[in-house]
T-cell receptor, first 112, second 113 residues
Framework: TQLLEQSPQFLSIQEGENLTVYCNSSSVFSSLQWYRQEPGEGPVLLVTVVTGGEVKKLKRLTFQFGDARKDSSLHITAAQPGDTGLYLCAGDVNNAGNMLTFGGGTRLMVKP | DAGITQSPRHKVTETGTPVTLRCHQTENHRYMYWYRQDPGHGLRLIHYSYGVKDTDKGEVSDGYSVSRSKTEDFLLTLESATSSQTSVYFC????????????FGPGTRLTVT
């Protein structure tokens, strides 16, 4: 059982639709990061959230950290084919910043 | 992009042979990590290093060893490769001065036959 559970595991939508990806845990994290990974490449950091209830926006992507710092969500508005990829959440496991535990990922496909 | 390279990028080897993967960074980051990525499991930490000659085990360290003799290089060794070690291996770096954000290399696809 993973410390961080992501849902859904797979998501296939049409261009222009909205979607939300969830990252849940029973553990409290001092911070949580979201990464996007494209085929054949390493993950790339999108955002770090550190405060309970925090909301961060990155163009059409909105990230929220739960009030209790146990969960997070990623909402994409008007998805585009360029959003296709694997989305990974990662929590700071030892509250020291230098160790992360990753969720299993959500594989998103946006069809034109 | 952070200066991280991994070599080789692809390798096919036979069961029982030793394999060494190399991660090289030009960012002078203190921390280096080796992960493996398998479908449905996200990224799982194998070993990490918090300085030259300072390493520790991660979640899935059995069958793997590491060494870090220089700040810029972190080696992952499979002493006797098994088919269960077929995976994509990623190296990552981080540093307190960079907010502990992890930057990943391009990965090495290893197939053990």
């Amino acid at each position: 059982t993973q410390l961080l559970e992501q849902s859904p595991q797979f998501l296939s939508i049409q261009e222009g639709e909205n979607l939300t990806v969830y990252c849940n845990s029973s553990s409290v994290f001092s911070s949580l990061q979201w990464y996007r990974q494209e085929p054949g490449e390493g993950p790339v950091l999108l955002v770090t959230v550190v405060t309970g209830g925090e909301v961060k926006k990155l163009k059409r992507l909105t990230f929220q950290f739960g009030d209790a710092r146990k969960d997070s969500s990623l909402h994409i508005t008007a998805a585009q084919p360029g959003d296709t990829g694997l989305y990974l959440c990662a929590g700071d496991v030892n509250n020291a910043g230098n160790m992360l535990t990753f969720g299993g990922g959500t594989r998103l496909m946006v069809k034109p | 992009d952070a200066g991280i390279t991994q070599s080789p990028r692809h390798k096919v080897t036979e069961t029982g042979t030793p394999v060494t993967l190399r991660c090289h960074q030009t960012e002078n980051h203190r921390y280096m990590y080796w992960y493996r990525q398998d479908p449905g499991h996200g990224l799982r930490l194998i070993h990490y290093s918090y300085g030259v000659k300072d390493t520790d085990k991660g979640e899935v360290s059995d069958g793997y060893s590491v060494s870090r003799s220089k700040t810029e290089d972190f080696l992952l060794t499979l002493e006797s490769a098994t088919s269960s070690q077929t995976s994509v291996y990623f190296c990552a770096i981080s540093d307190q001065d960079a907010g502990y954000e992890q930057y990943f290399g391009p990965g090495t696809r290893l197939t053990v036959t």
